[in-house]
């Protein structure tokens, strides 16, 4: 299933300083990944954040991977 993170990721310079989050929420993509790799599933994402669904959480690891994708660590 490929995910178009645009339809659930937004940055508005007047939600959160600019930083990209979950449309319509103030749910900072940043967490969402913070959780993930803390080992959290997403059945527990969803009941701790009802605003959001599991589209949006896919979303945000598609979003991340795009941003690092051609990115060089060195």
Not at 8 to 21: D, H, L, S
Not at 55 to 72: D, H, K, P, Q, T
């Amino acid at each position: 299933m490929e995910i178009n993170w645009n339809k659930y990721i937004e940055t508005n310079p007047k939600i959160m300083f600019g930083k990209p989050v979950i449309i319509g929420t103030r749910i900072p993509v940043d967490l969402i990944l913070e959780k993930l790799s803390l080992g959290e599933t997403t059945e527990q994402l969803l009941k701790s954040y009802p605003s959001i669904n599991k589209e949006s959480i896919y979303a945000c690891l598609a979003f991340a991977s795009e941003s690092v994708r051609n990115e060089v660590v060195t």
